[in-house]
Every structure is written in C-alpha cells, then in structure tokens.
C-alpha cells in the first residue's frame, strides 16, 4: 500500500516518515532563511529610495520568501499503552515533538473522543511526554484519528496536525482489546 499512497501523494519512493519529516523541516527552514540581496543600479536604488516607506525592512520570519505561511510540524512519537490488570482500563502516553523553528504551545488533544488540554511550550526541537488518553479500553477499532491543536507561541496562530491511529489487538478471555501502537501525520497540517 506504500506504493500507492506515494503515487496518489507524491511520497519519494523508498523513503520512511522519519525521512519525509526531516525532509519537509528542511525545506521550511530554506524558505525562511533570507536571501541574498541583488545588487541594484542608480535608478533602482533611487526607486527604491522613494518606495522605503511602503515596504518593511525586516523580513517576517513566519512566512516563506514567496509569501506563503510556514506552518510548524509537531509529531507524536513513541506512544505508550498503559494497561490495567483486567486490561478494561488504559492510559495513553505519547511524546510530543517540535520541529519546527517556532517556540510551539500544545494546546488540544482529541484522541477517541476525549479531549486533553496540555498547555504545554515547546521549544524548538523540544519533545515533551503528554497524556493523550485514560479510560475505558476500546473493543473495537473503528476510531482511526487522534487530532492535536498547537499554535506558534509569537504569533498566536492555530494549526491542527491529525494523526491516524494503528492499533494492535490484545485477547484476555473471550475478550478482544484494541490498543493504539503508533500514531502517523496525516499531511497537509491545517490552519485553523
């Protein structure tokens, strides 16, 4: 099925989620490092003088060189299944990571149905340990997405990353449980 998203997605061949996010991360920073400035005639620089005003003289560190909003990507990784000895109860446990360029607030986590406010500040390349879930375990897997809102700390604008949950099954009796094993980025993150 890897093939497949990757053609219908445009996905690089061969490449793991690991190496698409590096990937991805890198370009946002090359859009966002500045540019060299050309070098302008007489005419141009006396232009340039009399349009100064109209333009701003720093760049906006927030947006590409084409204009273009850089949005921020936060992953989940490493999530942890806590079980209680019937296994009818569980706590979920996830690491959170920025890796975006942007100090990053945590600040809603929706996982079957259940919704978490961390309130948590990432720095930069910061990972953080977030409780996503504790209840009742599911018996069934018909919920495939966990969603978690952040916003750029600066700027106060909202983004929303969804995540689709693999499960694995654990028996206990005649009992089926279902446990979430791994959480992937659905992409494109949104705006909100």
Known sequence: MGWFTDMMFGGQGGESYEQRLAREAEKARMAASPQPAPVLSEQEVAVDAKTAGIA???????RAANGHKIIPVV??????SHL????????IWATAKNHSDFEIELTRVNLWRQHAHPGRFLKPGEGYEIRMYAGETRTDDAEHKAEVQYKIVQTGDYFQ?????????????DNDFYIPEELKLIEPVRDI
């Open 56 to 62: 701003s003289a720093s760049p906006d560190p927030y």
């Open 75 to 80: 992953s989940i990784e490493r999530v942890e």
């Open 84 to 91: 209680s000895n019937d296994m009818k109860h569980v706590e």
């Open 161 to 173: 990353a969804d995540y689709r949950i693999d499960y694995r099954s654990e028996h206990e009796g």
